[in-house]
């Protein structure tokens, strides 16, 4: 009588817990409130019997319903009776989905609570669980959480399906944790293969949701990209879109018969994936000139004791010598470049594949629709020709394509309103003054090469540094309090900004080709931005780890601008 009458309590309080959705704002835990009265009511009857699983069960879904009404301590309470009652007691098909289920829940709980050291250790046990289970040649498939207090008809394949996204959401909570722990290769490791699960779950694609399968394969393809492991992440990539063949007439054979989804999420997920794309390479092109990236062996070895740890508590073995990454079943028709780029060639090929996605993506995220995002795209496409000028050697040509970096976002910056988006105007101004100044340098460069000094090259590189004093001094500007002035003391985020602009502007005002009048006035102000940078540096000591480079120029200009002066007077020529 007692087990009947805690059966219907217990399908009582989950009925009531889906019906709390429903509930009005005036009293959001109504419905959790009387469904934990109800699981209280079935407890009790149950201690009658002493049925330490079924106990176990209720004080799951009592330590689940306290968790939901934010009542954090009664929650983990019940949570550990329930592993108390487990304890010691054998693992069969009728309590490993409660004793895997209990092991998450409580680790759940614990990361809400920032104690994820705690939880990491219980995760570990609820994979050993399944591990034991899935290398068992005479094992069974386990019954579903509440069979036994809640008797319903299912298949073995459903029970199989349920289990195996138990172990699957064992795995996700796992790459929470070691995210939180701040262990980012596991993180990412434990990622993959809750994607690949995800992948194997079912075996009809129709049920599948592949457009948020593609996102997730391309956010973690950008944690690949992070690490600089370009083909784990092209492989993540490449199955994102290989998913979104699946579900999206632009990328399927099919022309999308009989394909209905809804039109605006689609276009979302596919701008999403391509812009993971375009950050992928724009750090494989920025990975491929620095001269301080990590080399490739070396990485690889870091990784090798995270897999080797995780391959000894989940089902998945990874090879360490080849790719870490593999999703069966999604092999793309596309390539994506995954080694870094030697020459022009090389990473002209990378650029043009961003450059495609940009565009893709700008016709859908428009400026007056989604202006932060579309900002965001066109500074991308501005980095892409940033990093491709790297691999070319002809300065004319390295020239037009730093102007086109300028038609990029010179229009853009216009059109902003500094009042709105006066963060966003400070980047764009920023960088628009180093474009400049770098056409500057690149066409003195030119100039000095051919010995060229008319009087129209010294227009160029004139007009040039002017662009670039114009955006530097817009920077600088947009910095002033309200009275006029400049902070003592900048905000953190603007400090080395503003100084190296306040630098910059000193070199600027003093490479200007001019004549000895206006060049001696050049000279003063060149004088003027580098005091300043001295100034606040006196001011503000720590600013110095800020320039480390620039400020002990700055001094030695201001101890060498006299002599420049007193060059410039007795007609000497100035270096």
């Not at 054998?90 to 409580?106: A, F, P, R, Y």
């Not at 899935?134 to 036994?148: E, F, G, W, Y």
């Not at 001019?514 to 000591?541: F, G, I, M, T």
């Amino acid at each position: 009588m007692a087990l009947q009458c805690a059966e219907a309590l217990l399908a009582e309080a989950l009925d009531l817990m889906e019906a709390s959705a429903s509930d009005p704002e005036s009293q959001p835990f109504k419905s959790r409130y009387k469904a934990g009265e109800v699981l209280t009511e079935a407890l009790n009857r149950l201690q009658e019997d002493s049925c330490h699983l079924k106990e176990a069960l209720l004080n799951y879904h009592l330590s689940a319903n306290f968790h939901e009404v934010e009542q954090y301590h009664e929650s983990l309470t019940h949570i550990n009776k329930s592993l108390d009652l487990l304890e010691g007691s054998q693992v069969n098909g009728q309590s490993l989905t409660i004793h895997i289920t209990c092991l998450n829940h409580k680790c759940f709980v614990l990361s809400s609570r920032e104690r994820d050291a705690e939880a990491l250790p219980l995760l570990a046990s609820a994979c050993q669980l399944y591990r034991n289970w899935a290398t068992d040649p005479d094992r069974s498939v386990p019954d579903r959480l509440n069979q036994l207090l809640k008797p319903e008809e299912c298949s073995e394949g459903e029970r199989l399906v349920a289990f195996e996204q138990l172990h699957t959401q064992t795995l996700f909570l796992l790459a929470q944790v070691h995210r939180n722990l701040t262990n980012k290769y596991h993180a990412i490791l434990v990622c993959f293969m809750t994607l690949r699960r995800v992948l194997q779950s079912r075996a009809d694609d129709k049920e599948r949701d592949w457009l948020d399968w593609a996102l997730n394969a391309a956010t973690l393809s950008q944690c690949f990209t992070n690490e600089s492991l370009y083909q784990e992440a092209s492989v993540c990539l490449l199955a994102a879109y290989a998913a979104l063949s699946k579900n999206h007439p632009k990328y399927s054979k099919h022309d999308g018969e009989d394909f209905e989804v809804e039109t605006e999420r689609i276009q979302q997920v596919v701008c999403d994936v391509d812009r993971c794309c375009i950050k992928y390479c724009i750090n494989l092109l920025k990975s491929s000139w620095s001269e301080y990236e990590l080399d490739p062996s070396a990485i690889r070895a870091e990784f090798k004791p995270a897999a080797e740890e995780l391959a000894a508590i989940t089902t998945f073995t990874f090879d360490t010598t080849d790719c870490l990454v593999e999703f069966p079943g999604l092999e793309s028709t596309v390539s994506l470049p995954c080694n870094l780029a030697l020459n022009f060639e090389d990473a002209r090929q990378v650029f043009l594949i961003g450059q495609s996605k940009c565009n893709a993506t700008k016709a859908v995220l428009t400026f007056d629709m989604h202006c932060r995002d579309f900002v965001e795209l066109v500074r991308d496409h501005s980095q892409l020709y940033k990093h491709l000028t790297y691999f070319e050697h002809d300065l004319s040509r390295k020239i037009k394509i730093h102007r086109k970096r300028a038609d990029l976002l010179g229009p853009t910056l216009s059109e902003l309103s500094v009042q709105h988006y006066l963060q966003i105007c400070r980047q764009l101004q920023f960088e628009l003054a180093e474009i400049h100044s770098d056409i500057s340098e690149l066409i003195r460069t030119q100039c000095e090469e051919k010995r060229d000094v008319s009087l129209e090259s010294a227009k160029k590189i004139n007009s040039s540094s002017a662009k670039a004093i114009k955006y530097y001094t817009m920077f600088i500007d947009s910095c002033r309090e309200s009275d006029g002035r400049l902070p003592n003391t900048y905000l953190e985020m603007y400090a080395r900004p503003a100084l190296i602009a306040h630098f910059c502007l000193g070199r600027l005002y003093g490479k200007l080709v001019a004549n000895p009048e206006q060049r001696a006035h050049n000279l003063d102000k060149s004088l003027q931005y580098y005091q300043y940078v001295r100034d606040y540096c006196e001011r503000n000591p720590s600013a110095k780890d800020l320039i480390p480079t620039e400020y002990p120029m700055c001094i030695e200009m201001i101890e060498l601008m006299p002599a420049k002066k007193q060059a410039l007077r007795s007609g000497a020529k100035l270096t």
